[in-house]
């Protein structure tokens, strides 16, 4: 038997959070997906309020991680608090509202999620977050371990499912909203991919309306992100993981239209 773990990249906005809405449940029921995560950090292009959390919540996710965009709705500071079920990256300092780390009783056994977030270019002052993940590798009792990587560089993402290879059962990537081709198991039994991809707007940049991305790479006055309109796509992965060892068996990209 194996354990079916869907990986859903950065939610973006309306688009995001109404395409998830419509296709979520729907896929876990007929592909008989045991655990869902969803990466919530831009339900609001930039951050995510309470409301859009629980509105992921009702969409079929069982975790939401976030990412550099965390603090940006001042909101969601005591909602860290009250709800087990939303993660922020654990390399934050402790004194910051929320968690970085939770383990889940499900039906099929307990499974550990780990939330952690880059430091390459992303400007944020964070705990080394390879330090940090090696550390909890020492003290993390469940077998199915689960780790979103919110990063910019895709060696920063590679070296961390290295790192961890064989000591956690899948590895993935978020925040650069493009999905990469590396859907893998590496060689010591881990699952990973250097980046989800996204769900929102498919005709986009990131999620983002094409026009408002150009003209702020033409020199444009900074404006609020707006999201794109059109039809909308989701972008993930989904690993297979026996439930005994915690080691995956196979990963593969997932992309719904």
């Known amino acids: 038997m194996s354990i079916k ?14 395409f998830l809405d419509k296709r979520l449940k729907a896929y876990r029921k007929e592909n008989n997906i045991d655990f869902v995560v969803v990466n919530g ?16 919540f009702r969409a079929g996710a069982d975790v939401i991680t976030l990412g550099n965009h965390t603090w940006t709705r001042t909101e969601l500071r005591p909602y860290l608090d009250e709800r087990r079920k939303i993660l922020r990256p654990a390399n934050f300092g402790p004194q910051c509202p929320g968690r970085g780390i939770a ?9 550990c999620v780990l939330n952690l977030m880059g430091r390459f270019t992303l400007d944020t002052n964070t705990d080394n977050p390879f330090v940090i993940a090696d550390g909890y590798m020492e003290e993390i009792k469940e077998k199915i371990i689960l780790v979103d990587f919110h990063a910019e560089g895709t060696s920063e993402k590679r ?5 961890l290879d064989g000591r ?19 060689p010591k039994g881990t699952g990973y991919i250097t ?4 769900t929102g707007a498919a005709e986009s940049v990131l999620g983002i309306d ?18 794109a309109k059109g039809p909308a796509k ?14 995956c068996r196979k990963a593969e990209a997932v992309r719904l239209t």
């Open 5 to 18: 773990v869907l990986a859903v990249g950065d939610v973006c906005g309306e688009p995001g959070l109404d």
């Open 210 to 227: 094409p026009e408002q991305s150009i003209g702020k790479f033409m020199g444009d006055p900074p404006q609020r992100y707006a999201s």
């Open 195 to 198: 980046d989800l991809g996204m």
């Open 234 to 247: 989701l972008e993930g992965c989904l690993f297979e993981i026996d439930p005994e060892t915690g080691r």
């Open 159 to 163: 070296a961390m499912g290295y790192l």
């Open 103 to 111: 383990a889940y009783s499900m039906p099929f056994g307990d499974v």
């Open 41 to 56: 950090e831009n339900a609001n292009v930039v951050g995510i309020t309470p409301r859009q959390a629980d509105q992921i």
């Open 168 to 186: 956690v059962s899948a590895v993935w990537g978020t925040h650069t909203h493009v999905q990469t081709s590396d859907a893998t198991l590496l």
